[in-house]
């Protein structure tokens, strides 16, 4: 029945946009903005016993030119906010955030004066960590909820 | 001798005693600055000497200078808000000292009325002083005079309050929601 039929077995076809899904799924680029004990947790995250890697994500790069995903861990002040917008403003498209611990979703325990309660007021943010810290395999799992974001958004 | 006897030979030790525990330091300042002394205390041998505005500078530079135990490290300057305490003065500049010759340490007091919020710099004498003078500044609103730069240290720039003062309300007057770009 149609196009396939007419191609022989070891031909599949597919859409663009999946096949780009697909590859950018599978390599994530982090841009880690730590600011706090998440930033820790998301080290060990990376390291050899939670092994980031086997998620196509362990190319973690502190130039935001060659990154995809934002994970802000920790608290930001009304002073380190104007830095993190910068940032992520100099990220190229497309790219995705991800909120990890309740001080970068809410402000966490810290309702002050200076604290930004929550960064998604600022940035969008795709997926919220809950936790403070976070374990390590929660990162795994918003990792892999991003995944699945980006594996079924468009290609341009 | 009788119990009360031997117990008023005691009281008079005891009384000697206290006296003579301030330090040197303590005594030399004394002598130096009798006007400028307002107050003396002894806290399990902390010495804390509280120091009028005016001479403040004289009475640092003094002890780091002049004095038999030359207190060469600032180690720490900061403020207190006593809104809430009963104290006739609003602020207070707190300098402690440590001298590196002695091991000794003293700690010392200015008061600073909330209507003319300005004190000496200490940063001609520790260049230490330098940026304790400006996070003061900062949190507290006390400005020092001939500070070589005396800008904001830990909030924004444009932040209009000073957060540590006492009557500066913990959730802020809406600055976490509406700040410059």
Known sequence: MGLEDQLSDHVMTTTVDQVVGWARKNSLWPMPFGTACCAIELMATLASRFDLARFGAEAIRFSPRQSDLMIVSGRVSIKMMPVLKKIYDQMPEPKWVIS??????????????????????????????????????????????????VAVSKAM | ??????????????????????????????????????????ALSEETVTVERSAIIAVLRFLKDESSTPFTRLCDLTAVDRLYLDEDVRFAVVYHLHSHLSNQ???????????????????????????????????????????????????PDDFGAHPLRKDYPLHGNGERDNFAF
């Open chain 1, 100 to 149: 990890m611990g309740a001080c970068a979703s809410s402000g966490g325990v810290f309702n002050t004066y200076t604290l930004v309660q929550g960064v998604d007021q600022f940035i969008p943010v795709d997926v919220y960590i809950p936790g403070c810290p976070p374990r390590p395999e929660n990162v795994i799992q918003a990792l892999m909820k991003v995944q699945e974001k």
């Open chain 2, 1 to 42: 001798m009788a119990d009360n006897e031997k117990i008023e030979v005691e009281e008079a030790i005891v009384e000697e005693a206290v006296v003579d525990s301030s330090s040197g330091t303590v005594r030399e300042l004394k002598e130096h600055f009798s006007d400028a002394v307002l107050d003396y205390q002894d």
């Open chain 2, 105 to 155: 340490r003293i700690r010392i007091k200015v008061p600073v009325p909330e209507s003319d919020p300005v004190v000496g710099s200490a940063a001609s004498v520790w260049p230490a002083a330098d940026w304790m003078e400006r996070e003061v500044y900062d949190l507290y609103g006390i400005e020092f005079e001939g500070h070589p730069d005396l800008r904001r240290l830990v909030m």
